[in-house]
């Protein structure tokens, strides 16, 4: 093998050309071994203060994958580098994410693919040649026959690559300059990832804009303008971070998200967009079934702990040995019932198909039973189990909720939805007056046990979770 030399920081000390680039701040959950992740570098904190404050071209490390997909960050011996920071040791070492992407003198450039295709023996193959070279001494040149068996950052990255032959930049133009941006040119964003039902996740979303008044490249959101198109339903963007928590009707779709950056720089102006598609999968630590009634709806099931709920309102308009329960929509009628009844909230039909229907406590407890074969209302203490395994009255509510403003009012704060019991604010009918409200911000659950007060999931939108 011919080894080239190349060079970290180059006399040349060429910029980083591009007025306003978008990065994602994909967690390493989802990045892949082999994966290269980026920052730009002051030289002041590497050389000493009496440096001048400049921007070096960068510098960059493999992602060496996790074993787990428990935490955002994935910290610990999940990244290699070759540096020569002054307050750590010089040369190639185990790194770990969170402090590549946050420490004070890197500006995070988030996590780039190599521009082809990589087996996982590939993939295993780079991971595995900068494994071995840990302990490697550092240098401006890298791993070359200059300074035999030391290695620049960019040095140690393109050697791995070599070995598996899947070379980013190719040897005959490694030399004399090559540069972390260099590299970075030659790859690709990751901008696929995919999500687990009922597991709440967050993206942020930065811009990288040049600021001509300090000389430096920033990320300061007063400094660019970001919005987003085509979030997947339930999904927020709130101070440049997405954060959804996909539902179980989100299971084998995906949505591609585009995020578009604005900003002048000096009599220009620039636009940058992004595109992250994500794919939702079925959530491993939960099971998911269907049930259907006597007339033919079907409704998700959920399981939750040791316990299976209906993740869907009851739509049903018969008994299960097929009596029809009548449909009343008259106030005063309603209100002095002795006997099952059901309606659609306002009356409206249109609403049964999102949010079930609402059922009197005569429908509910009749020994005809308005749930399907199999089911029952649940009790109270079934309830209080649901309550207890979720965390607690204080925040249950906000794992059973949907998450999002599509059908609650906002800002529905606290709702995950992480059980996959997907409560709907459907609202209710007094029984004292036989009028509707609160749909948008309040739903109540029969329960079958009587003169206990119905257990109930609602919130306030001024106080917040109930």
């Known amino acids: 093998m011919i080894k080239i030399e190349v060079n970290h920081f180059s006399d040349l000390k060429l910029i980083y ?10 967690p390493g959950k989802y990045l892949k071994k082999g994966d290269l992740i980026y920052a730009m570098t002051y030289e002041k904190y590497i050389w000493g203060p009496d440096e001048t404050f400049d921007w070096f071209p960068g510098h960059c490390g493999l992602y060496l994958g996790t074993e787990t997909k428990d935490s955002f960050d994935n910290n610990g011996r999940t ?19 969170s402090h590549f992407k946050g420490v004070n003198y890197h500006l995070y450039m988030g996590a780039r693919r190599y521009n082809g295709s990589l087996s996982d023996d590939n993939r295993t193959k780079i991971a595995g040649y900068a494994i071995d070279k840990i302990g490697h001494g550092w240098s401006k040149i890298g791993e070359g026959n200059i300074i035999e068996g030391s290695y620049s950052c960019v040095g140690m990255t393109e050697a791995s690559y070599d070995d598996a032959g899947k070379s980013i930049i190719e040897p005959v133009f490694e030399f004399p300059f090559i540069t972390p941006i260099e590299q970075y040119k030659l790859t690709i964003p990751v901008n696929e990832i995919t999500l687990e039902s009922g597991v709440l996740e967050m993206i942020p979303v930065r811009g990288i804009v040049w600021d001509e008044a300090n000389n430096e490249y920033t990320d300061n959101p007063s400094k660019y303008i970001l919005s987003v198109s085509n979030k997947p339903p339930g999904s927020t963007f709130r101070d440049n971070i997405l954060t959804w928590t ?6 084998g779709n995906s949505y591609t998200i585009s995020f578009t950056a604005t900003a002048n720089v000096g009599d220009e102006s620039y636009t940058r967009i992004q595109s992250l ?10 099971e998911t079934g269907i049930v259907t009634d006597i007339d033919g709806n079907t409704y998700q099931t959920i399981k939750i702990g040791n316990q299976w709920w209906m993740a869907e309102n ?16 008259d106030y005063t009628e309603w209100v002095y019932l002795t006997s099952g009844a059901y309606c659609a909230y306002d009356n409206d039909n249109s609403h049964v198909a999102t949010y079930g229907r609402l059922y009197n406590w ?9 749930a399907p074969s199999g089911w029952h209302v649940s009790t109270f203490e079934e309830w209080q189990t649901l309550e207890d395994y979720l965390g607690g009255s204080s925040v249950a509510g906000g794992k059973l909720k949907e998450a999002g403003t599509s059908h609650w009012a906002s800002p529905n704060t606290g709702a995950t939805n992480e059980s996959g019991f997907s409560a709907l604010p459907s609202g209710y009918r007094s029984h004292v007056y ?3 409200s609160a749909m948008g911000f309040y739903c109540d659950f029969w329960t079958s046990t009587e003169n206990v007060a119905p257990y109930w999931l609602h919130r306030d939108v001024y106080t917040g979770l109930q």
């Open 17 to 26: 050309d591009i007025p306003l680039d978008l990065i994602m701040d994909i």
């Open 79 to 97: 990244t290699i580098e070759s540096s020569p920071w002054k307050d750590k040791p010089d040369g190639v070492q185990f790194s770990d994410f």
């Open 246 to 251: 996909p539902e179980h009707a989100d299971v």
């Open 277 to 286: 598609i994500i794919n939702v999968e079925q959530g491993k630590s939960s």
């Open 314 to 329: 009851l739509k049903v308009t018969h008994y299960r040995n097929g009596d029809a329960i009548p449909n009343v929509t």
């Open 362 to 370: 005569y429908a509910v407890s009749d020994s005809r039973n308005v």
């Open 434 to 436: 036989g009028h509707y």
